[in-house]
């Protein structure tokens, strides 16, 4: 797992505000999912590229709940998602002395990107992501998570067990990506703190009260 503090630009968290806002807007765009009992998560949901659905665990072209496609993931978000890559692979060979860094954090182009909208009350339980391919999964290709907003805590561990897991708070810019041995990580968020965002970020795109998280990964 690799933590890049504060890494996209004031600039850029603002492209993609805008971005997310005129996509989720339209066709495809943010809506509450909700499990089979009736259960609803306590966030809003967009997808990208291909549609993922939390009651069947599977990806579609298509999503059920109104028979839309998903929007295209923007090319700008791709680029920054590779250059963060490439900036945890600067790290790895510095902290961890090594000349191939792919063999600990391979890279990935993404073509699937969840975005969630969590309010002040927003929360997500400890989780894996394994319901991309086989291949992807074998492979241990990277999530690579954009955070934008009020600051969230982020719970992590080996097991489901949140009495056990580690901690640590992700604030608006920062970029946590985890692959390789980290791939099948437990994660989750404990809670979104309250007027965390950055009073420019807000001046600049009227950002609603919480989290904007965007999660991409290769399928």
Known sequence: MVLLKHYITHDRQVEIVKICRELGLGPGGFYRP??????????????????????????????????????????????????????????IRKECRVSFDESILPSMSPDVCIVNFYNNHGRLGLHKDRDESRESIKKGLPVVSFSIGDSSEFIYGDQRDVDKAEKVVLESGDVLIFGGESRLVFHGVSSIIPNSAPNKLIQDTMLSPGRLNLTFRQY
């Open 34 to 91: 909700g499990y089979a009992d009736g259960a609803k998560l306590r966030l809003h949901m967009m997808c990208l590229g291909l549609d993922w659905d939390p009651q069947t665990g599977k990806y579609r072209n298509k999503r059920l709940v109104d028979g839309t496609s998903p929007p295209s993931i923007p090319e700008s978000f791709v680029k920054l998602v590779v250059k963060a890559i490439e900036e945890a692979h600067c790290l």
